[in-house]
């Protein structure tokens, strides 16, 4: 993996420390490529129940249910595919520019069996985000990429796109989506395309096939 160009860790409290890639590793724990529907669309929209985070201790390894958290709560996704870019939208409940950061993180994998995992991370003097691609299922290997990404603080929306071909120009490609962010010697997540909490018993909600426009 190309070296990182400027510090990529996350703080979190008590002196805990995550780089970048872990802490995306330790969400995509567990994944596999579920089955879904055939049904086609060049965009589909899920909504997401609110009040559905869940808290994972770093010291228990433990998940727990947080229905009081509001930040980076996640309300809707829109996937889209067409002709040349693959774009995800997700609405949340809030987003603010405070503690030591927060993000989005997605799954990516397509007809073809190419997986890509994308994740943009906002913090401090960095909270229009920064975004990262890789490829494979272990996600171990970054990818150079013209990603396109937004972080809107009003509207309370994290925006991501990239070309077709950074994924083999898919026929179709499905994803899993998760909003997060760091707390006190653990971190909040919310799977997107799941009502109710996950607390880790199995791998994150998978979308149906999003087909090309």
Known sequence: MRAPTRPSRIVSGRGT????PLLVAAMAAGLVVAGSSIAQAQSITDADAAGDMVRFDFETEES?????QVRNDVLRTTLAHNATRISI???????RRLGDSH??????VTNEGVHRSLDVVASPGEWAGSPEVR???????EVQC???HSIDYTRNVIAVSFPRQCASSPRWVKFQVQGFRPGNTGFYHDDALRDGPFLGAGPPAQSRRVYRG
């Open 89 to 95: 939208r997700v609405k949340y409940a809030e987003l």
């Open 146 to 148: 013209a990603l396109r």
């Open 17 to 20: 420390r995550l780089r970048r």
């Open 135 to 141: 490829r494979g299922r272990e996600a171990l290997h």
């Open 103 to 108: 993000g989005q993180w997605v799954h990516m």
């Open 64 to 68: 727990r249910p947080a229905p009081n």
